[in-house]
C-alpha cells in the first residue's frame, strides 16, 4: 500500500501560480503511475494529469497549457505546477497512485487532498 500526502495549496488570485506536492512513502514500487484529480463543491472529481515511470504524461483539456505535473523519483514526490490561475481552478487537489493510469480512481491509493482557491 502506497500512503500519499499532498501540500501546497492555498489561496491565491486569479492568474498567480501554486505548486502542489504529493509525498509517497510505503510500497512505491507497485507505483508506476500517478496522477492529479480535483473536485469542486457540487462537482464530479475530476482527472487533472496523469504522469507513468516513463514519463508520459496526460492533462485535461481545461488546463492544457497552464499546469505541469512531474516527479521526482528520488524524492518519491509528485508535483503539480499550475500557472494562469482561474477561480474555475478553485477545488480540493488530490493526488493519486497506483500499478498502471487505468487503474488510478477504482483501485489507486489517494491521498487526503490540499485545497486550492482562486479569487477573481
Known amino acids: 500500500q502506497v500512503q500519499l500526502v499532498e501540500s501546497g495549496g492555498g489561496s491565491v488570485q486569479a492568474g498567480g501560480s501554486l505548486r502542489l506536492s504529493c509525498a509517497a512513502s510505503?510500497?512505491?514500487?507497485?507505483?508506476?503511475?500517478m496522477g492529479w484529480f480535483r473536485r469542486a463543491p457540487g462537482n464530479e472529481r475530476e482527472g487533472v494529469a496523469t504522469?507513468?515511470?516513463?514519463?508520459?504524461?496526460n492533462y485535461a483539456d481545461s488546463v492544457k497549457g497552464r499546469f505541469t505535473i512531474s516527479h521526482d523519483n528520488a524524492k518519491k514526490t509528485l508535483y503539480l505546477q499550475m500557472n494562469s490561475l482561474k477561480p474555475e481552478d478553485t477545488a480540493m487537489y488530490y493526488c493519486?497512485?497506483?500499478?498502471?493510469?487505468?487503474?488510478?480512481?477504482?483501485?489507486?491509493?489517494w491521498g487526503q487532498g490540499t485545497q486550492v482557491t482562486v479569487s477573481s
Open positions: 493519486a497512485a497506483a500499478l498502471y493510469c487505468g487503474w488510478l480512481i477504482q483501485r489507486g491509493s
Open positions: 510505503g510500497s512505491t514500487r507497485s507505483t508506476y503511475c
Open positions: 504522469i507513468d515511470s516513463d514519463g508520459n504524461t
